[in-house]
């Protein structure tokens, strides 16, 4: 993989897919209702098999409760490879923030960290008659220890048909998540569905992990709400003579709240299933063309915390 598929780029990929079967009106028409929140709609990052996102901002705030520095740099020591941990390890270390003290302990944790690599290109079609040029491609790999991770999912919520019955019918089919899909990048098969039940949170603060690109609409902001945040510039691609358009729409910045989040409810009327589906919202997207938006409804996954 070039990057680890996030919810925005999946969703990407389900609405050109739905745009390519039913037309691009009806496709238009799906995202104004996932806008206005007329359809429960959330989707969840691109995530190694059987790992959630760790709650490092979480986790760090707790373990440094009274720690002296020492204890700190321990801790941040630690946490810093954990990007991937079972769920059971998460709610082991939410409960006992202060196993983040011990000597590193990777080896003693079952966790999945990225690491960056580069592939060289050799460029051998130099039309100005120099030496060949060489191309740098950046690889983020997702490893276990030493061994690829090539099994993956991601979890959708929704109340309506039309994604899941696409879905189906891409089952053992090529999803391109990515570029370069050509040399043999991004590609992921769809190799099937598990129906889950989103179990209702036991604990009084209705806290939730989160698991996908967040805009966050109906949110608590006191702890033990844990924030990271993820901004990025939206410019437009227009071709390959143009390029990346810069002058007309630079300095278009939106910030997301990234997977690993510790996410409160709202103290409001109405059930947690209502409340939780307010959490994210989309909006439109401020360089594209009308009808676009910018996907921001992600995934939550209960989780109790202190």
């Known amino acids: 993989m070039s990057q680890v598929p996030d919810s925005q780029k999946l969703f990407g990929a389900m609405i050109y897919l739905l745009a390519d079967r039913t037309g691009k009106s009806a496709a238009t028409g799906f995202l104004g209702k996932i806008k206005a929140q007329e359809i429960d709609f959330a989707l969840s990052s691109v995530l190694p098999k059987g790992f959630l996102p760790t709650p490092k901002a979480y986790l760090l705030r707790e373990s440094q409760r009274g ?53 060289v290109h050799v460029n051998t079609l130099n039309q100005n008659g120099g030496d060949n040029l060489i191309f740098s491609v950046q690889q983020t790999v997702c490893a276990h220890g030493d061994e690829a991770i090539k099994e993956f999912e991601f979890f959708l919520r929704t109340d309506d048909h039309v994604i899941p019955n696409l879905l189906e019918e891409q089952l053992h089919h090529v ?13 992921f098969e769809l190799t099937g569905f598990v129906p889950i039940t989103v179990k209702t949170p036991v604990n009084s603060k209705h806290s939730f992990l989160n698991l996908g690109m967040l805009l966050p609409g109906q949110i608590e902001y006191n702890a033990p709400t844990a924030l990271t945040l993820f901004s990025s510039e939206r410019r437009p691609y227009a ?14 910045f939106i910030s997301f709240i990234a997977p690993g989040s510790v996410i409160v409810l709202p103290q409001a009327k109405g059930s947690w299933e209502e ?10 997207a401020p360089t594209a063309s009308e009808g676009e938006i910018v996907f921001g409804n992600a995934f939550l996954y209960p989780l109790e915390v202190k």
């Open 175 to 187: 999803f391109h998540l990515g570029k370069r899909s050509s040399q043999g990048y991004n590609l």
């Open 67 to 119: 720690a002296d520095a020492n204890k700190e740099k321990a801790a941040y020591e630690n946490i810093k490879e954990f990007d991937y941990l079972s769920e059971a390890q998460i709610k082991e270390l939410v409960h006992n923030p202060k196993k983040l003290y011990g000597e590193i302990i990777c080896d003693t944790i079952d966790h999945i960290h990225l690491e960056t690599n580069q592939q």
């Open 275 to 284: 409340r939780l589906q307010k959490v994210g919202k989309s909006i439109d």
């Open 239 to 252: 071709g390959k003579e143009t390029g990346w358009i810069k002058a007309e729409n630079c300095g278009h």
